[in-house]
């Protein structure tokens, strides 16, 4: 989540994992935006209720294409660490 940019949000246990709720619409488009085209639930990753397949749906603009590349490298580096 805060590799996403969404921060102050707690995890509970849920049915398929963690839950975690979002109230705030821009939270939801943050992270639609950082799961877009990650595994979804089908493929037992992370992914949005309405949007299990991480399509996207909720992001209004992404951040450059730097800036995601820089996140989806420290997200790599943090999962060999």
């Known amino acids: 989540m805060q590799q ?4 102050g949000v707690k995890g509970r246990p849920g049915y398929i994992g963690v839950d975690c709720d979002l109230y705030k619409s821009e939270d939801v488009a943050k992270l639609s935006c950082f799961l877009k085209g990650k ?3 089908n493929d037992k990753g992370v992914f949005i209720i309405n949007d299990n ?3 996207g749906k909720f992001w209004v603009s992404c951040p450059l294409i730097v800036d995601i590349q820089k996140c989806m490298n420290k997200c790599v580096d943090d999962a060999l660490a």
């Open 53 to 55: 397949q991480n399509t």
């Open 4 to 7: 996403a940019g969404v921060v």
């Open 39 to 41: 595994p979804g639930k």
